[in-house]
């Protein structure tokens, strides 16, 4: 532990060789179940919805594996570590968001869909442009959300592979691997083979972190008071970037990170709106509730879902003031360190363990991206098939097996895009970068799917108002903001083009695109209201009368 000296950065930890070994593991392994798994993926509904032959407690344990992702391991434990209670905010958002997901969407999208969000939102409209722009959300929010998942790739081969930050081209050389095993998870398994990786990733996530969190709170006698006060006292400041900033009881307290200027409180609260109303516009995590039977099964779903997340968030409290407490130099190594802030879960591993532990979380921390990405992936290719290819182009008519074949092929360019967004997204906080990806769904997805479920007065015209206007707009403002340039922690260290304020957009997005969904219904107002259809949906997703059913068990 000498490499980790007392303020110092390490160059890296562990044994690459034992951390590679161990992942290698996980991967035979999950390669089995998935060509397990290809064996009954025969039809459409088996590629995109596994048959909808999932229990509402598999689909529960896989929603939580999918929704887990690389921010809520890394990004959201280093937070914690260096920015103390406004760190657990994110945990807080990500966690109250399930109850949207709950009340207003998981049931009545299971009834009214059948493949993707685009299955709902033109269930009453005009089926080409809604479709075409509810493809296009679709594909944006999945690339916000490959991007910072393949930045977490990126910030583990930092530490853990021992191949530097200006080594582009090895480091991109494992990114690529990630993205090849992603998408033979996708191509091969299907829907089905997808879910199971990410069941089996849910429960090693769930086990690593409940094992150090226990051993943290062992170390201290089961005080959480104990590591919150060890944190505080190890911490005076924080020293980053040549700067130096008093740390210390402000850990315990909100502030640190949105509460120095007037702009960052403003800048906290959009943050907040997007994390609660992204969820529930999440296209991933839409799609998974189809590959349940009923309704029910739906509900049950979101149940277990938010148990499990509920239950992990509360350890990410004990990783994140454990890694500051107990990794020697504390916050200042974590901020320094060659994957930045997403490095404390597996510096804290390798305080507690050595080697073998920080292996173990390693290995969990790289299926947990493999998990995610392989999820967004078969739903973005699903929706650009199913929507844009089956329904636009083909206006219909198109076989099912040419369905699937293009959703394969749409997979494999996306698995590119991945990687390529893998290289350039290296060094970013993904906790923070996964919260864009919610403001995109909650700005682009969101209010038009509560106002096809909820408005009889609703048209073509509203829904793609809302679309597109709440997704160029969130886009717009992300560009134009200081999270890509002219910050300290901008994505762009070397230029400034921002004329925004605000790091997450939410706060002004959202509320546009619910207004411009109504403005557009009013200006194509001349469009008559398809009532027979508002009343069938109405019907049919409260009930569940002529939803879609299970194919194969």
Known sequence: MDHLAQGSAPASVGNPLLNISIFAAFVVVTLVVVFQASRTTKTASDYYAAGRSFTGAQNGIA????????????????????????GFLYSVGFLVAWLVALLLVAELLRNTGKYTMGDVLSFRMRQRPVRAAAATSTLV???????????????????????????????GAVIAIVGVL????????????????????????????????????????????????????????????????????????PGLQYGATATAKIDFISLALALVLGTAGLPHILMRFYTVPSA??????VVWAIWLIGIFYLFTLVLGYGAAALVPGGATTIANAPGRTNSAAPLLAYVLGGEVLLGFISAVAFATILAVVAG???????????????????????????????ARITAVVIGVIAIAAGILARNQNIAFLVALAFAVAASANLPTILYTLFW???????????????????????????????????????????????????????????????????????QPVDEAKFAEMEVRSLTGAGAEKATSH
Not at 158 to 169: E, F, G, H, M, S
Not at 296 to 301: G, M, P, V
């Open 456 to 526: 009889k007065r609703f048209n073509t015209t509203g829904a793609l108002w809302s679309i597109y206007g709440g997704l160029a707009s969130c886009v717009l403002l992300i560009i134009f903001s200081p999270a890509v340039s002219g910050s300290p922690t901008a994505m762009l260290k070397d230029v400034d083009f921002h004329v925004f304020p605000l790091a997450n957009p939410g706060l002004v997005s959202i509320p546009l695109s619910f207004l411009l969904g109504v403005i557009g219904t009013y200006v194509g107002g001349r």
């Open 63 to 86: 929603i939580s594996g999918d929704y887990l992702s690389a921010a809520s391991f890394l990004g959201i434990a280093g937070a914690i570590a260096v920015t103390g209670y406004d």
């Open 376 to 406: 967004l992936t078969i739903t973005a290719s699903a929706s650009f098939a199913h929507d844009v290819y089956a329904n636009v182009i083909k206006h219909g008519e198109a076989p099912p097996d040419s369905e699937v074949r293009v």
């Open 182 to 253: 992603m998408i033979v998870y996708v191509l091969v398994g299907g829907m089905r083979g997808t879910t199971w990786v990410q069941i089996i990733k849910a429960a090693l996530l769930l086990v690593s972190t409940a094992l150090i969190t226990l051993w943290v709170l062992a170390l201290f006698g089961f005080s959480l008071s104990a590591v919150l006060g060890q944190a505080v006292s190890a911490n005076p400041v924080l020293e980053t970037a040549g700067q130096t900033k008093p740390l210390g009881e402000k850990l315990l307290g």
């Open 141 to 171: 929010v999945s690339f916000f959300y490959l991007f910072a998942q393949m930045a977490g790739a990126g910030a583990l081969i930092a530490l853990l592979l021992k191949i530097p930050n200006t080594n582009i081209v090895g480091q």
């Open 296 to 301: 029910k099964e739906a509900r049950r779903s």
